[in-house]
């Protein structure tokens, strides 16, 4: 009987170990179709040291409304960070640029300053939290919070992020209000800003109505 029972704890145990080292790290295997449980694992034979590095963090194009550059690694071009709740960005502002304001629902979000000077802030319905940040200087947005950041100095501006989520959703205010085909009068109706600014921000961002 005893041995009986030392025998089902080894199995469990072990069966526990092996379970757990299968499952530090999968890396996914962008090949093959998402699911709802997420990407399946590329095949441990498969894996190598050239999966856990990304090339590539560079300085985002900044030739738009804002000045600003955007380039980031999450799960669809760093697929080693499938499960791991975690993403890097990049982002470049031109002097007097920023970065619209904007919320991940999924993701809190660490600003790491490396040039350059940025006021970076989140707001709330009674107040607002913001500092301006110079190199080596970080500010967290925590998730879901409506945030910004601007160039507040002379020349470029660059920092690093990172998001806590594989592969984190992103919501712009401006793009929300004024880049769909909602009518301008509703837009006007329920936000209570002018049908003209309206309007004018409508063409700016791609919308119409
Ligand atoms: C910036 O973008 C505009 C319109 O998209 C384009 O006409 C212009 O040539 C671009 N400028 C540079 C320096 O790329």
């Excluded at 640029?97 to 919320?103: K, L, N």
């Amino acid at each position: 009987m005893k041995i009986i029972h030392m025998l089902f704890f080894f199995t469990v145990f072990s069966f526990t170990i092996s379970h757990a080292s299968l499952n530090d790290f999968c890396v996914a295997d962008l090949k093959a179709p998402n699911t709802p449980s997420g990407y399946p694992c590329k095949p441990l034979a498969r894996i190598t040291s050239d999966d856990f590095s990304f090339h590539g963090l560079v300085a985002g194009n900044t030739n738009n409304s804002f000045k600003f550059g955007f380039n980031s690694a999450t799960i669809t071009n760093f697929p080693a960070l499938n499960g791991l709740g975690i993403s890097a960005l990049r982002i470049d502002i031109d002097q007097g640029g920023s970065i619209p304001m904007h919320t991940h629902p999924d993701a809190t979000e660490l600003l790491i300053v490396v040039q350059g000077e940025i006021t970076a802030g989140f707001l709330t319905p009674t107040t607002f939290y913001s500092k301006t940040l110079k190199p080596g200087d970080i500010f967290v947005f925590p998730k879901g919070m409506l945030h910004f950041a601007v160039n507040s100095g002379k020349g470029k501006a660059t920092a690093f992020g990172a998001l806590s989520n594989e592969n984190p959703r992103t919501k712009i205010l401006d793009l929300l209000l004024f880049a769909n085909k909602l009518p301008s009068n509703l837009v006007a109706q329920t936000t209570l800003l002018d049908l003209a600014q309206v309007k004018k921000l409508k063409a700016q961002f791609g919308g119409s109505g």
